[in-house]
Each structure stands twice: as C-alpha cells, then as structure tokens.
C-alpha cells in the first residue's frame, strides 16, 4: 500500500492524543454533571461551540491569548449556571427524560442566535504567539500547540482530582453525588451544589471548546456533532465515571487519528463501530458500574 | 439519585390491573378510535385547504411521528436517533427502484423489511439499556448511517447529492396512476398513510399494545406480572422502526430523490418536537403536531432564515409549561370541564 515509517506512526499518535485530549475535557464535564445532577446534556456540544466564540471574540477585543481562554471559560460557566438556575431547576422533580429534552431545545436556540450575531462563516482563532512552530524530536515534529493541549489537560485533570478530593466543596459534591437526600439531611445546600457543580461540568467544555478554537474554523453548528461523539466517549467509557471519559477519550482520539491515515473515508464511521463492539463485548462500557444503566 | 418512594401504590396498582387486564378491556371499543376516523377525514382534504407538497409532507411525517411516538408515548422508550429508520427506509426504498427497477409498492415492502431488519440490530446491542442511554446509544446509530451514507458508500448513495436518478415513478397496480403530478401523489401516500395508522391503533390496542402500556407505567411491575419486558421493548422497536421506514420510503417517492437529510440528526430532533408539541400520551396527537409545526415552520420560514431560534425557543416553553402537547392539554381540559359540570 505505502511505507509507513515510525515517525509518522508517532506523529499520528501525537496527533490523536492531542484529540482525544479535546474530548476527555468534553466528556469528564457531562459525567460529573450526569454524576450529580442524573442530566444528560444535550446542549454540551453547544457550550463547546460557545467557549470557541467566546475566545474568538475576547482574543480579538484584548489579543491576548491567555487573558481570553480564562475570560471564555468564566463567561461561558456562568451562562451554564444561568440556564441551570433559569431552565433545568424546575425538571428536576420529573422523569429524566425532560432535562435531556430541554437541552435538546436549549442546543437548537442558541447555534441560531450565534448565527445572528457572527453569521455563518467560520471564525478563526490564532495561535498564540509563544506556541506556534515544532519541536523536532529525532526526525519526528511534535507541533508546540499540540504539546501545550496535552499538558494543559493534565494539569486540569489533577486539580479536579484535587478539588474533588481533597477540598471541602469538592467532598460536598462527592458526597451529593453518591446521595443527594443525604447530603441534604446534613445540611447542605444541595440546590447550590448542582449549580455549581453544573457550571463545573460546563466550564469544562467551554474549556475544550476554547483550546480547539485555534485547530479548526469554529462555525455555529459544530456543537451537535461534538454532543454525538462525547455521547459516544461516554458509552465506551461508562457514563458517570471520570475514569472512564479519560480512557474512553484517549481511545477515541487515537481511533480517529490513524483511522483517518488508513481509510479516510471511515474516520467518521469508525468511533461508531468502536462504540457497539464495546456494547456487545462489555455493554455496562469499560469503566461503568454494573447495574446503574 | 434516591430512590422513588412509592406513595401513590395503591392507586397505581388498580391502574397496573386495568392495563394488564387484557380480557377485561377486551371487546370494549371498536374497530378504530373515533379520533382516528376524524384524522383521516381531515387529511382526505387536506389538499384542498394547503398547498399540496407541505400536505403530502405532513401525511409522510405525520406517519412517522406516530411510529416514532409508539415507542415514546406508548412504550416509554426515548430514541433519539429515528433518523436513522427514517433515513434507511428511504435510501432502501430509493435503492430498490433505481438498481433494481422494482415497482413502488415493492420499494415500500423491501423499505419496512430492511428497516425492521436495522432495528432489530440496534435493539439488539441497545433495548436493555435504562431511559437516557438508550437515547444516546440510538442517537450515535443514526449518527453512524449518515456519515456511512455520507461518504465511505457514496458510490451507491450519492454521498450529500443523495440518491438521484430514480426512474419516473408510477404505479401499474391496481391501475394505472402517475406519481409525478401533486394530487395523484397525495391520495396514494394518504392510502398507504392510512393503512399504516390503523395497523398501528390495532397494535397498541392488542393485548401486545396493554403490555407496552404497562411496561410504560412501571417497567418493574410489568417484568413481576409474568411478562416478557426485554422482548415486549424489542418488537415494538422493531416495530415502530419498520413502519418509520415505510414513511422514509415514501418520502422517496414524494421527493423522488433520495435525500441525505433524512439520516440528519435533526429529523430526529423535529420528529421528536412535533410529537411532543401534540401530545405524547395521545394517539393522534403526533399527527397534530406535525401539521402544526409544519405549518408554522412554512409560516416562519418565509420570512427568516433562523426560524430554529423561535422553533426551539417554543420547544424549551413546551417542555417547561406544556409537556402534555396541544391534545393532551385540551383533553385534561376537556376532562375537567367535565367532571366539574
């Protein structure tokens, strides 16, 4: 067929770690708000659509790079926290199916208001200066920016760990997590946490959405797409578990990545072929608990 | 989440009773519903009141919604991916007259086989999944056949042109009648339509159409009656998959074409606002809802291109305030009324 050397094995992986990074953020977020609040947001794909117009617009009013990712995440959590606290409160008390339902609705209003506002053409975020270019490491280039995902995603998974486990609040969560009527008995304020722990969930795909921006053209209608694929992630990784949406991300990434050097025409199909293998051999998916779905 | 408690037994029980109860409600109503009849007069002229493509359209979803809504309303069962039912039956459809030169009514045939066929596979991986996962997992299905009809098939799709260069369609049995020209067009999917939404009131009236019901009330119930709850979910999947692609194949021949939207994920979202919007635990409320929205729909659109925003923004109030639907709210109303008078 063609000589496939190491280093573009190597790139290719890179490449997909750098991806299935984008989607561990994306996916971490809808479990810890599925964890918490029994929501399947449907809207998630579009507060990813927001966080890459967020930093479009914050980049081109300040330019700098930085000060717009921390400014389109903040933004963008309280924009989830205001539909939460607006929309979602009072559907809490009925079937699950309604909250999915609503941010059905939510993910059809708001592509259509970013379409009034900024049309239909693709918005492009660049780089920021200190991490365009390539590092060379022996014959294979690892793009900087890419790098900078991988890490970034780290260093965010670690503080959510440590926010989870070993702060107060992130106690609270854990504890209303695994026992909302519970933790309400106790005193908690169990209405503030979901809020809050929403606006977490939310702020996490802005975050994904933000650090995409500057790879691909942000259009309006890219959130759905994304919605499907995490929904995806989710299924492979078992839905509610943190574990599970870094594994089930980092596969998907690579999934994509070399299925695109060998079949270009299946890249889309192939995360769906991963998907119900993984349902016929461990339906519960890798990491989720038996029994809860 | 904790656990439902369980106030309101006693009264569910006798309801649980009612609908498992199959010889007793047996034999009390008729043939079909009196709302079905006035449905299908409605629609005879429909043609008249409305222009005739948007009619034909809202017979072709108004089909669909109801299979769609066998599954949401009557079994309790969300899937989010219809499309992909929709979509195949048109493309099986569509496939079967330009490759093999069948005729119409064996397009429709080869479409409800190969959609009951479809089905039967994702219920196979998917139906024992809870609620929202189930949504999801048949969303990401549907997902999965537009982009396969997108791009690694588009040899036989016609990637995103969609499937074109279907013979001129016509039909030679009973008689001769040309497919091509609007009001002809009309009363042969009003035929079929018709067909299709009396088999599917006799289903859910059937003790089969009880069980459903019952599984929809209380799922761990019905299991604890004696009742085969994986199998009932999986054949009215089937089911409702089957005759979704018979409105799918019908779309084919109404367009002539077929078309790549029809796999979108949004045919699943507005098959899934219209039924909402007329009523999920009604029968006929579906088919109120499609004409509805899609009269609406024709309405906004003439004068923006966002008329999502409105489409949504109408959907978030429906779900907020409404979730019974048009039907269903005047039908508690009505109920009221009566009881007070």
């Known amino acids: ?157 670690i503080s959510l760990w440590l926010f989870l486990n070993k702060s107060n609040l992130g106690m609270i969560i854990r504890a209303s997590t695994r026992d909302s009527l519970m933790t309400q008995v106790l005193g908690i304020n169990v209405s503030r946490i979901w809020t809050i722990g929403f606006m977490i969930g939310i702020g996490l795909a802005a975050l994904a959405g933000a650090v995409a921006a500057p790879m691909v053209a942000s259009i309006p209608d890219m959130g759905v797409e994304m919605t499907i694929e995490c929904f995806v992630v989710v299924v492979i990784g078992g839905l509610g578990s943190l574990g599970g949406a870094i594994i089930g991300g980092l596969l998907i990434g690579q999934v994509i990545s070399f299925v695109a050097l060998f079949a270009p025409s299946w890249s889309n199909v192939a995360i769906f072929m991963v998907m119900a293998i993984i349902l016929i051999i461990r339906p519960r998916g890798l990491f989720g608990e038996e029994g809860r779905l | 989440m904790e656990k439902k408690v369980d106030y309101s037994l006693r009264v569910e029980m006798t309801k649980m009773e009612k609908l498992t109860d199959i010889k007793r409600e047996k034999g009390k109503v008729g043939f079909v519903d009196k709302s079905v009849w006035i449905t299908l007069l409605i629609l005879l002229v429909l043609p008249f009141l409305i222009s005739k493509p948007l009619a034909t359209e809202i017979l072709i979803y108004g089909l669909f919604a109801l299979a769609f809504n066998q599954l949401l309303g009557h079994t309790g069962v969300l899937s989010f991916g219809h499309a992909a039912y929709f979509g195949v039956g048109a493309y099986a459809g569509g496939m079967a007259l330009r490759y093999f030169h069948v005729s119409v009514w064996t ?196 004068y923006t291109d966002r008329w999502q925003l409105f489409v949504g923004a109408l959907f978030v109030a429906l779900v907020l305030f409404f979730p019974d639907g048009l039907v269903g709210t005047i039908k508690m109303k009505y109920r009221e009324r009566k009881s007070r008078a």
């Open chain 1, 1 to 157: 067929m063609f000589d496939l050397s190491w280093e573009i094995v190597a790139m290719q992986m890179i490449f997909g770690l750098a991806l299935g990074c984008v989607y561990v953020l994306m996916a971490g977020g809808l479990s810890i708000i599925f964890g918490l609040l029994d929501v399947v947001n449907f809207a998630h794909g579009t507060f990813y659509m927001l966080g890459a117009y967020a930093i479009f617009v914050a980049v081109s009013l300040c330019g700098n790079f930085w000060l717009g990712l921390v400014s389109a995440v903040v933004i963008v959590a309280l924009v989830g926290g205001v539909i939460e606290w607006l929309l979602l409160k009072p559907l809490y008390k009925r079937d699950p199916l309604y909250p999915l339902l609503l941010t059905f609705g939510v993910s059809i209003c708001i592509p259509d208001i970013i379409k009034i506002c900024f049309g239909l053409i693709g918005k492009v975020v660049p780089y920021p200066s200190g991490l365009m270019g390539a590092y060379m490491w022996g014959p294979v280039m690892i793009p900087k920016y890419r790098l900078f995902i991988i890490v970034l995603t780290l260093v965010v998974l």
């Open chain 2, 107 to 302: 397009s429709l045939v080869v479409a409800m086989v190969v959609t009951a066929l479809v089905a039967a596979c994702i219920g196979v991986l998917a139906i024992k999944k809870k609620g929202v996962y189930f949504a999801m997992i048949s969303l990401a299905f549907a997902q999965m056949f537009y982009f396969m009809a997108l791009s690694p098939f588009r040899k036989w799709t016609g990637g995103e042109d969609g499937l074109k260069f279907i013979p001129i369609l016509k039909l030679e049995f009973p008689f001769h009648v040309d497919l091509t020209s609007a009001l002809p067009l009309y009363y042969f999917t009003y035929f079929v339509v018709g067909l299709a939404i009396i088999a599917l009131w006799r289903i859910l009236d059937s003790p089969f159409g009880r069980v459903l019901k019952a599984i929809r009330e209380n799922e761990v119930r019905t299991q604890a009656s004696g009742f085969n709850v994986t199998r009932a979910k999986f054949l009215s999947l089937v089911i409702s998959g089957s005759f979704s692609g018979l409105a799918g194949a019908l779309f084919t021949v109404y367009l002539g074409y077929g078309s790549l939207m029809t796999l979108f994920w949004m045919t699943s979202g507005s098959i899934l606002m219209m039924t909402l919007l007329g009523g999920m635990h009604t029968f006929i409320g579906p088919v109120v809802g499609v004409g509805v929205f899609m009269y609406l729909q024709n309405t906004i659109s003439v």
